[in-house]
């Protein structure tokens, strides 16, 4: 009986979550920018940082990391791992590639004395404004993590992300997480912990999380929806409501800034159909 009773709560709360009225409803959206990957132009909007490899085929956008097909192969042989803390630890692997590929940035890809490099972020050049709607198709052509969404970026002063006066990155976490750049990021397929992670820069700071509907077909097609209205953030996969977000940090919410997919080295896959919409009253 009480195993019964659990399982109609968690259902109860399982389709609360999933038929939670939307953020944009009630909203006028207005295409801001539009990109769907059919030709080579479309790469003249976005601009690439770290050794990351931005090409069209069949008509998406194909994203990974100059390192990634080596670790791939090392990493399907159980050779490799992505969890840190182990001698298979596949940074380990990429900062002896990285060495002999790029000795003149190799020393940047280092944070003290750990390599932490060969990581992508893939801006759009779109200024937002400060209430949007984000979305895209995107499929994991591996079964390995991270895929990351970063959105409401500026410099501290509000500057373009690519304001000269900022630091040089070089696709480092802490560049972004712990930088000169204000951002909300959001991270999905995560097999391991399961969950799709917001988390508002700089500080990197966890501040809420919601089930990663992606990992349930590693594989396959799924539609990413970022929803930002005020000091509110809702993010969607499949249209499943995966959480939504008040910002009440100590510092005021986010609002206008770029946009950028990031990817880990592990990770590869397509994207599609990317589209920005402005949200009014």
């Known amino acids: 009986m009480t195993k019964h009773l659990l399982l109609i709560f968690i259902c109860l709360i399982t389709f609360t979550a999933w038929s939670q009225e939307s953020l944009e409803t009630g909203k006028q959206k207005q295409l801001v920018y539009r990109c769907d990957f059919n030709n080579k132009a479309s790469l003249e909007d976005w601009v690439m940082e770290g050794p990351g490899i931005a090409k069209i085929r069949k008509g998406r956008l194909e994203l990974y990391s100059r390192y990634h097909k080596k670790v791939n192969r090392k990493m399907r042989k159980g050779e490799l791992v992505f969890e840190e803390g182990t001698d298979k630890w596949y940074q380990y692997y990429v900062d002896g590639l990285a060495s002999k590929a790029e000795p003149e940035l190799y020393p940047t890809y280092k944070t003290g004395k750990t390599f932490r490099g060969g990581h992508l972020?893939?801006?759009?050049?779109?200024?937002?404004?400060?209430?949007?709607?984000?979305?895209?198709?995107?499929?994991?052509?591996?079964?390995?993590?991270?895929?990351?969404?970063?959105?409401?970026?500026?410099?501290?002063?509000?500057?373009?992300?690519?304001?000269?006066?900022?630091?040089?990155?070089?696709?480092?976490?802490?560049?972004?997480?712990?930088?000169?750049?204000?951002?909300?990021?959001?991270?999905?397929?995560?097999?391991?912990?399961?969950?799709?992670?917001?988390?508002?820069?700089?500080?990197?700071?966890?501040?809420?999380?919601?089930?990663?509907?992606?990992?349930?077909?590693?594989?396959?097609?799924?539609?990413?929806?970022?929803?930002?209205?005020?000091?509110?953030?809702?993010?969607?996969?499949?249209?499943?409501?995966?959480?939504?977000?008040?910002?009440?940090?100590?510092?005021?919410?986010?609002?206008?800034?770029?946009?950028?997919?990031?990817?880990?080295?592990?990770?590869?896959?397509?994207?599609?159909?990317y589209q920005i919409y402005e949200l009014k009253d």
């Not at 988390?199 to 590693?218: A, H, M, W, Y």
Request: aromatic share 12%; net charge positive; proline share 6%.
């Open 121 to 273: 972020v893939y801006w759009n050049k779109t200024i937002t404004p400060k209430n949007y709607v984000i979305e895209f198709d995107f499929q994991s052509l591996v079964p390995y993590p991270l895929h990351m969404i970063l959105f409401s970026a500026t410099g501290q002063q509000g500057e373009h992300v690519f304001d000269p006066s900022l630091n040089a990155r070089c696709g480092v976490a802490a560049q972004y997480t712990k930088g000169d750049i204000y951002n909300y990021r959001i991270s999905f397929l995560a097999p391991k912990p399961g969950t799709a992670n917001l988390r508002k820069c700089p500080g990197r700071r966890l501040v809420t999380k919601g089930e990663d509907f992606s990992i349930q077909n590693l594989r396959g097609k799924h539609h990413i929806k970022v929803i930002k209205w005020q000091d509110q953030i809702e993010f969607r996969i499949d249209n499943k409501l995966v959480f939504q977000y008040k910002d009440v940090e100590n510092d005021a919410p986010l609002g206008a800034g770029q946009t950028a997919i990031r990817l880990m080295v592990p990770a590869r896959g397509f994207y599609d159909n």
